[in-house]
């Protein structure tokens, strides 16, 4: 009998990802180090399920990765990982510590290429 997992906990860096994936009761199914090819095959494998990565410069793009593939993206600020953070931050036990509150919305939206930013907007655009 195979444990269906609800949550997956990403920790994003440059070419290696922690990955923890969090079954329907909370306990850690597994939680093991991925990398980038990789990481693209398990979100577009696994059934839908929620994503949740500490908020950062790439996890706007891996939040859309992951939404195109029917999961839901959950990105956690920073500040809101900082109180279950128990021991010394690292990699190994970063995502852990991110699916303690992953109660935070989904990631940017892609600007309409056609439509200028808010900067170049007329005042009445605005």
């Known amino acids: 009998m195979t444990t269906r997992i609800s949550m997956l906990a990403i920790d994003l860096a440059k070419g290696s990802f922690q ?35 500490e908020a950062c410069a790439t996890s706007h793009h891996w939040g859309r990765v992951a939404q195109s593939h029917g999961h839901e993206v959950r990105l956690v600020p920073a500040s809101y990982v900082k109180p279950f953070v128990k021991r010394q931050k690292n990699d190994k036990v ?30 009445e655009e605005r």
């Open 19 to 53: 990955v923890c994936a969090i079954g329907a009761d909370g306990a850690v199914l597994y939680n093991r180090v991925l990398s980038r090819p990789r990481l693209m095959t398990l979100l577009l494998e696994q059934p839908a399920c929620v994503v949740a990565m």
């Open 94 to 123: 970063d995502p852990w510590q991110q699916r303690g509150d992953s109660r935070d919305g989904a990631g940017k939206r892609e600007r309409d290429p056609g439509r200028p930013s808010r900067q170049n907007r007329t005042p």
